[in-house]
């Protein structure tokens, strides 16, 4: 799992703010993954990204946006439209169609005060 | 869409019996069936997975077994330590498709002393 990494571990936010959050993969990786976890729930997909220069919205897209511009890059933007930002983000990456099973980063802890 | 239940939400055995937890998943197309550990402000990390060409798969003291027909999986952890003390996901997808993992909701297990 390692070659995934997320930016910042934690961030604070003021509500009303958009926020960015980092993914960067190394693992030439064509898709990837954004995923909110809650306390004592499980992972939630958000979006994802199976190829350069396209995103699909997952079960939670509201009030979030994506961008994939690049392979390694898949940033997630929390916007002010997302009433309860506060949670744990994880970013994860697969090669789809080989089998193999998605990879997480390290996670980003977002609270918004 | 697939939809994978978890069971029991919390498990608590004493430390050196063995702790199962169970998993339904409802799209019969799922062929891959990734089990994930994940302690505490950390991120997921997969333990061990089976595809749906085999019922049983073991590693040192966890195996998982799968029943297509009932659509039904299993994580066995024997001789269980303190250091298995987390949470627990299992997750459903087919890797034909797309790379789309359906988590269960998770499984806080408490090994005691």
């Known amino acids: 799992d390692g070659g995934i990494t997320q930016s910042p571990k934690y961030l604070f936010r003021k509500e009303g703010q958009n926020v960015t959050l980092s993914c960067e993969q190394n693992l030439n990786h064509d898709a990837m993954y954004w995923y909110r976890q809650d306390p004592g729930q499980g992972l939630r997909l958000i979006y994802y990204?199976?190829?350069?220069?396209?995103?699909q919205k997952g079960d939670i897209a509201e009030g979030y946006s994506v961008s994939r511009e690049k392979k390694e890059s898949f940033p997630l933007t929390v916007t002010s439209a997302q009433k309860n930002p506060t949670a744990f983000y994880l970013c994860?990456?697969?090669?789809?169609?080989?089998?193999?099973?998605?990879?997480f980063g390290p996670g980003t802890r977002l609270t918004v005060l | 869409g697939e939809n994978v239940e978890q069971h029991p939400s919390t498990l608590s055995v004493q430390e050196g019996d063995s702790a199962v937890i169970k998993c339904t998943y409802s799209d019969s197309a799922s062929n891959y069936f990734p089990w994930y550990k994940q302690e505490l402000g950390k991120r997921p990390q997969l333990i061990i997975d089976?595809?749906?060409?085999?019922g049983e798969k073991k590693d040192q003291r966890i195996a998982v077994t799968l029943n297509k027909t009932a659509k039904h999986f299993s994580l066995h952890i024997t001789e269980t330590q303190p250091e298995d003390s987390a949470v627990y996901f299992c997750a459903a997808s087919d890797v034909n498709r797309d790379d789309k993992i359906i988590f269960g909701k998770g499984t806080r297990l408490h090994i005691l002393p």
């Open positions: 990204s199976q190829i350069v220069n396209d995103f």
């Open positions: 089976i595809r749906s060409n085999v």
């Open positions: 994860a990456s697969s090669n789809p169609g080989t089998g193999d099973t998605q990879y």
